[in-house]
């Protein structure tokens, strides 16, 4: 029987719904060869190269703007839970982090609802003054996950980099990232697994693998087709997919490095290595 946590993320409120929507068609614009499935972060400039003030956290939320957007989706109708509402460098625009959404923008008053990048032009190159802040958010949220919660492949040999990946067991491009993990291992990269189960249906195999007595060998299996089977037990995958769904995961596999960036969907082992710093 499903929890209300699962219910949840698979029969979203009526702005959730709204909000994954207009990603979705973000997403069909910005995929090249990964399809459907898999998850790239497009942009019209280089976040990584990204100037802006230090990165702000959830410690630097201002009350007020969260209770006046918290009062005005109330009013709405819209149940929400807003975490954090954290100033930009745009006066009167604020970065809000909420339960179960992705990360968007609002103004002081917490009466509008501000989806995408905001660019500043005028220096020498634009700047997304949205990318650190998009990055401190899955930087903060990743960090807090407990690691016996989560499936690692660690480095062979020295650890040049961390990546986290949201995965699901039926995910095609899941699988041919999963069948590189020796190669992606031999050159430096720890691979942290959290469960991004697709649909209702695939919840159950993943729920068997963080139950199994060795995650990696069921996951192992399951990448390769195996219908896994385990006793029931407590998993984390409904606390990964509501994880998910805050940083805006709207396919698989979708990797975070350890600051917080993401760097796309499926990636094959060199390239990989290459875009989190570790070739």
């Not at 957007?69 to 009013?75: E, G, H, Y």
Request: proline content about 4%; hydrophobic content about 45%.
């Amino acid at each position: 029987m499903s929890s209300p946590v699962t219910k949840n993320i698979f029969s979203r409120s009526r702005l959730s719904r709204f909000m994954m929507g207009a990603l979705l068609v973000v997403v069909a614009a910005g995929c090249s060869n990964n399809a459907a499935d898999a998850t790239n972060n497009t942009s019209v400039v280089n976040s990584t190269e990204t100037k802006v003030s230090a990165a702000k956290t959830s410690a630097d939320s201002d009350p007020e703007v969260v209770k006046a957007l918290q009062a005005n989706l109330n009013a709405s109708g819209i149940e929400e839970n807003i975490v954090s509402a954290v100033p930009t460098d745009m006066e009167g625009i604020y970065w809000v982090t909420a339960e179960g959404l992705p990360s968007f923008f609002t103004d002081t008053s917490g009466k509008h609802i501000i989806q995408g990048q905001i660019i500043a032009v005028g220096e020498a190159a634009p700047v997304d003054i949205s990318a650190a802040l998009v990055a401190s958010t899955a930087q903060e949220a990743l960090k807090a996950v407990d690691k016996k919660e989560m499936i690692i492949y660690p480095a062979k040999g020295v650890t040049k980099s961390v990546v986290y990946a949201f995965t699901d067991a039926d995910c095609g491009y899941c699988r041919k990232l999963h069948e590189e993990m020796a190669d992606i291992n031999a050159r430096g990269i720890e691979v942290r697994y959290l469960a991004w189960p697709r649909s209702q249906e695939s919840v159950p195999k993943m729920e068997a693998i963080w139950c199994s007595q060795d995650r990696n060998a069921a996951m192992d299996q399951a990448k390769m087709g195996a219908n896994v089977q385990a006793p029931n037990c407590a998993t984390p995958v409904q606390e990964h997919m509501a994880l998910g769904a805050r940083l805006g995961v709207r396919g698989t596999p979708a990797i975070f490095t350890e600051a917080g960036q993401q760097v796309g969907g499926y990636l094959p082992a060199a390239q990989l290595a290459q875009a989190v710093g570790a070739d």
